[in-house]
């Protein structure tokens, strides 16, 4: 049960995903996506849970389960992640429709290191993986869709997907998309965000708790935390978009 207070804590802290535990979506089929090029091993962002148990090798019945109307997370532990044994991997499978219990495709994997772990070799696998990180890059505000540009931060590697929303989305599809998710974006800002945001992200933190306390200082809490787990590292990936869209269709 310690592992379990690594995730909540960070969650608390920094609100990186929406894991309520939970029970209802169904287990209709939904629509895999195609490679975008940041996937936990090649899984295609959008399958459901079934799917990503078969292509992990993961017997479901042992793993931990959360869910309510609109996600499942699934949870395994000691499981070996880009060449070393990562405490937990978090799956997170989410309903993007207004309908409750509809399909939860794939669409975030939480992956938390431990302080023993071969950190310089989590990173050059995740190289490997994904390509050079991003030295710069810029996010796009979804209520102006006016966009920020970020530099790379110590401690923290970002890669993001060379596919962009604009080249799964047709022109004739992109203002319902804008009305599911991005209500009151202008034309023009739906235009730019639609070149330029992409649909799946990579995020390691080499060292969570102290990126946590930089953001937001220290607590109890969170000093409890490192002293029962050290100074964990953490990969985040994030393939919302891409389950958005496809849910939509």
Known sequence: ??????????????????LAGLCGCSGE???P???TGIEFQDIPWNSGPEEVCEALG????????EED?????????????????????QFRFFNFSPE????CGLDQVHIVFPESADKEAVLAALTEAFGPEAQEYTQYDYITGRPRTYAKEEGISRWFSPTKLGDVLSEEERPAF???YLMGLSDEDLASLMESEPVSIATWTEDYYGQIEAEHGSTPALKAAVEEYGRVATLDLNGEHMARVLQMS
Do not use: H
Request: proline share 2%; hydrophobic share 45%; net charge negative.
């Open 58 to 65: 993961l017997n479901m019945d042992t793993l931990e389960r």
């Open 100 to 103: 409750e219990g509809g399909y």
């Open 33 to 35: 996506a195609e490679p």
């Open 29 to 31: 089929a939904g629509t």
């Open 1 to 18: 049960m310690k592992a379990r207070r690594v995730f909540s804590v960070a969650a608390i802290a920094l609100s990186l995903c929406l």
């Open 69 to 89: 109307s609109y996600s499942v997370t699934l949870t395994a532990r000691d499981m070996e992640a880009f060449g070393t044994t990562a405490t937990l991997a």
């Open 178 to 180: 804008r009305d599911l």
